[in-house]
């Protein structure tokens, strides 16, 4: 199984800061990548597919990079809506998985 | 716009077996990964496993193999409903189920949305 490593596992931060949330591969996954919010009590959302395709009606905050086997997700000015849990997922193999998750807190 | 709902017994007794079913409704379920994930009280995302229903009896399924074989995803596509049984569960499969689904554009694949609101699944005798 490809093993995903996030990091930091949870951050404080104000609003208008800029968040950069780190998802690492055990492997390359050739951008298979995507990334999650959750919010409390509720289902994820998908923010970004293939690595840096941005979902339909996702704010332009949100962006995501990376390739090989680090990736990052970026939100350039945190609003009070965006604190939450982000979650990467790799679909580079036909056993997809999971990071363990980064729960961005208010400082 | 699909939209997806879980159905099922939010109480399970340990040694039976959970099942749980997903209705679709707003889209057709061919052509995609339609995908079971969990997730135990406090912790993070656990995928199950996924069945790609390719029409008639065309199907293709993969599960996360720390379920040691006891996961089956299964389509009626005669309902547009998707499911999944997981045989002699314990405590330990105490979580929130989600069903959603799998999509791809071309060759990438593997993002999943949109999500079921879940449903709890307790196991406790």
């Known amino acids: 199984d490809i093993q995903m490593t996030q990091s930091p596992t949870s951050l404080s931060a104000s609003v208008g800061d800029r968040v950069t949330i780190t998802c690492r591969a055990s492997q390359s996954i050739s951008n298979y990548l995507q990334w999650y919010q959750q919010k409390p009590g509720k289902a994820p959302k998908l923010l970004i597919y293939a690595a840096s395709s941005l979902q339909s009606g996702v704010p332009s905050r949100f962006s995501g990079g990376g390739s090989g086997t680090d990736y990052t997700l970026t939100i350039s000015s945190l609003q009070p809506e965006d604190f939450a849990t982000y979650y990467c997922q790799q679909s580079y193999t036909t056993l997809w998985t999971f990071g363990q998750g980064t729960k961005v807190e208010f400082k | 716009q699909v939209q997806l709902q879980e159905s099922g017994p939010g109480l399970v007794k340990p040694s039976e077996t959970l099942s749980l079913t997903c209705t679709v409704s707003?889209?057709?379920?061919?052509?995609?990964?339609w995908t079971w994930i969990r997730q135990s009280p406090g912790k993070g995302l656990d995928w199950i496993g996924y069945i790609y229903y390719s029409g008639s009896t065309n199907y293709n399924t993969n599960y996360n193999p720390s379920l040691k074989s006891r996961a089956t995803i299964s389509v009626d596509a005669s309902k547009n409903q998707f499911s999944l049984k997981l045989r002699s569960v314990t405590a330990a499969d105490t979580a929130v189920y989600y069903c959603?689904?799998?999509?791809?554009?071309?060759?990438?694949?593997?993002?999943?949305?949109?999500w079921g609101q879940g449903t709890l699944v307790t196991v406790s005798s």
């Open positions: 959603a689904k799998g999509d791809h554009s071309g060759s990438w694949y593997g993002w999943i949305d949109p």
């Open positions: 707003g889209g057709s379920i061919s052509d995609y990964y």
